[in-house]
């Protein structure tokens, strides 16, 4: 990143499909190869999170939380009966000050029983069972990427549960606290021009209402900042298994191609010039589409006959060298192919003695003319991304 403010992205998704992270992970990784910094308003992420806290509580937190949703969890009337009983006899065992090795095995024997009690409830409320997502979120908090908008009914993991056993999440009330939170969130961030917008396709008609209703003022500069961050977000969505590849590997390539990404947005921001619909608007998703069509597909099709063209230069030479039996008649040749780590254009140069040198450096030296300048493309940065994510090279890779 150059000096100067962080290029900052606010990531804003509604609810619209329950608790399912795909829409959130997706702009998630979106931003993280975008942007410098990013904050995630989402009611489901704040809630998955929120969950994923039962194991940082206190023990007797956790106790107390496990007996007050006993009732959602164990149905069967005789088995609540018999859970309750044994959670009577484990207070009675835990506030006893001097145990005996009875009472010790009793203690964990139930202790053991309870926590699989929990975990099974945990299985069957399957929502809240999505390790590899919330993983992924919590890694570019921890990178210091990302910070999640925690919404204020979604705070306390304890409360968090209790909601989600009674289904009191489908309350009116708490709903209509939920969206208007959310709502206030992602108004700020479409009015803030310190701050890129990148909504989810449901967010946008949620701002598209609010601006017919005259509630949304933003000026044209925002409104082309939207543009920029919506149609950054559209491109990177359209790379090749993008859907697969993990936050850690998005880190990983973000970090690489760090001076690219500096021409890539250069780039994006003039294609965004070219649309004239609102980031919000239905249109937006077509004309993004014929910007990809007409300016960025033939781009990115130019740097890889590029790059194909530039590697097939060292064959050439390579060949050429070949045939005139220098490299098959040279001593050197034969000491040089024993070590397989030499680069192709060192053992090359060895191989061929003085004149043939001379020759391959030749070559090198306009090798690295034209990478230099297919680099130097404001879509360099597409380019290396796709190349990356396609090869799946990274250790992260599952």
Not at 61 to 88: C, I, K, T
Not at 200 to 210: A, I, N, P, Q, Y
Not at 281 to 289: K, N, P
Request: glycine letters at 6%.
């Amino acid at each position: 990143m150059v000096e100067g403010r962080p290029f900052h992205i606010t990531i804003g998704t509604t609810p619209a499909y329950g608790l399912d992270l795909a829409a959130d992970l997706k702009l998630v990784k979106a931003a993280i190869l975008y942007g410098d910094k990013a904050k995630l308003c989402s009611a489901a992420s704040s809630f998955l999170l929120t969950s994923q806290g039962f194991g940082k509580m206190k023990t007797k937190d956790q106790f107390d939380l496990l007996v007050s949703l006993l009732p959602y969890f164990v149905e069967d009337p005789v088995e609540l009966q018999r859970v309750n009983f044994q959670v009577a006899l484990l207070r009675k065992v835990l506030g006893t000050k001097h145990k005996g090795r009875q009472q010790y095995q009793i203690e964990a024997r139930m202790k053991k029983e309870l926590q699989t009690l929990w975990e099974n409830a945990i299985r069957k409320n399957s929502k809240l069972m999505q390790p590899e997502s919330v993983r992924g979120i919590e890694k570019g908090v921890a990178e210091g990427l990302l910070e999640v908008h925690y919404f204020d009914l979604l705070k306390d993991t304890a409360e968090v549960f209790k909601l989600s056993a009674d289904n009191s999440l489908i309350d009116q009330e708490k709903l209509r606290g939920l969206m208007y939170e959310y709502l206030d969130l992602v108004t700020e961030a479409a009015q803030n021009g310190e701050t890129y917008p990148m909504f989810d396709d449901e967010t946008g008609k949620m701002l598209k209402s609010v601006v017919e209703a005259g509630s949304l003022l933003t000026s044209p500069a925002k409104l082309a900042q939207s543009r920029q961050s919506a149609l950054a977000a559209d491109l990177l969505k359209r790379l090749p298994v993008f859907d697969d590849a993990t936050v850690h590997e998005v880190i990983d390539i973000r970090r690489e191609l760090e001076n690219p990404l500096i021409r890539f947005r250069s780039a994006v921001m003039g294609y965004a010039e070219k649309i004239k619909s609102a980031a919000w608007d239905e249109d937006f998703s077509i004309e993004a589409e014929q910007v990809f069509r007409r300016d960025i597909e033939p781009a990115v099709l130019e740097i890889e006959d590029a790059v194909k063209s530039n590697a097939s230069l060292l064959d050439m030479a390579t060949r050429k060298l070949a045939d005139k039996n220098v490299l098959l008649t040279s001593l050197f040749s034969f000491f040089v192919s024993n070590f397989t780590d030499f680069p192709k254009i060192t053992q090359l140069m060895l191989a061929a003695g003085v004149g043939g040198a001379a020759a391959a450096l030749e070559v090198w030296r306009e090798r690295q003319s034209q990478h230099a300048a297919v680099e130097k493309n404001q879509l360099y940065f597409y380019y290396g991304t796709k190349k990356l994510i396609s090869e799946g090279k990274f250790e992260y890779r599952t």
